[in-house]
T-cell receptor, first 117, second 117 residues
């Protein structure tokens, strides 16, 4: 079965510093990986995805993620954090249920990012 | 992308009652998904709703508790029946694209924050 793990419940970083939010995955076959962000009292917003191609994926709001097949990781990064980046971040993997073709997403436990001024 | 409108955005309900959540999409989509996000937790898929067929429920979720309607390609409802305080969660509607391919990201509504007292 497909799964993702986010080992950190919370990440604290000072504004202007680089940030990393970690995600590791376990899949059978090729991984289809996604990052989402959830601001307070809001739904989830798509940030970026890895399907194939370059290991460094660029997404919205200056975020990027690095796919590492040997380490089965897909860490989210940003060179310079903003206070407004403070939110809940979810890593997700596509669950490839070929029998019913539902293509549902399986989410990690989430990491709360706190950027202090 | 898809724009998803979810109603109500929040509600406070008495135990034993039922609440119906509506999800409207601005384009036709094949698959719609309903997720639950319990306080401080990640997202858990409740069911997949395809137009013209019965919803497919995940393990731990049953139709009697969470009946779903999918009358057309742009609309779905989720009912939380006979509510108890344990049902207090955020409920999120999600869609893929009309083609529903595994490469595409999912889009989410703003969520319905339900509190059962």
């Amino acid at each position: 079965a497909q799964s993702v793990a986010q080992p950190e419940d919370q990440v604290n970083v000072a504004e202007g510093n680089p940030l990393t939010v970690k995600c590791t995955y376990s899949v059978s076959g090729n991984p289809y990986l996604f990052w989402y962000v959830q601001y307070p009292n809001r739904g989830l917003q798509f940030l970026l995805k890895y399907i194939t191609g370059d290991n460094l994926v660029k997404g919205s709001y200056g975020f990027e993620a690095e796919f590492n097949k040997s380490q089965t990781s897909f860490h989210l990064k940003k060179p310079s954090a903003l206070v407004s980046d403070s939110a809940l971040y979810f890593c997700a993997v596509r669950d490839l249920l070929w029998m019913d073709s539902s293509y549902k997403l399986i989410f990690g436990s989430g990491t709360r990012l706190l950027v202090r001024p | 992308s898809a724009v998803i409108s979810q109603k109500p955005s929040r509600d406070i309900c008495q135990r034993g009652t039922s609440l119906t959540i509506q999800c409207q999409v601005d384009s036709q989509v094949t698959m719609m998904f309903w997720y639950r996000q319990q306080p401080g937790q990640s997202l858990t898929l409740i069911a997949t709703a395809n137009q013209g067929s019965e919803a497919t429920y995940e393990s731990g979720f049953v139709i009697d508790k969470f009946p779903i309607s999918r009358p057309n390609l742009t609309f779905s409802t989720l009912t939380v029946s006979n509510m108890s305080p344990e049902d207090s969660s955020i409920y999120l509607c999600s869609v893929g694209t009309a083609r529903g391919t595994m490469n595409t990201e999912a889009f989410f509504g703003q969520g319905t924050r339900l509190t059962v007292v």
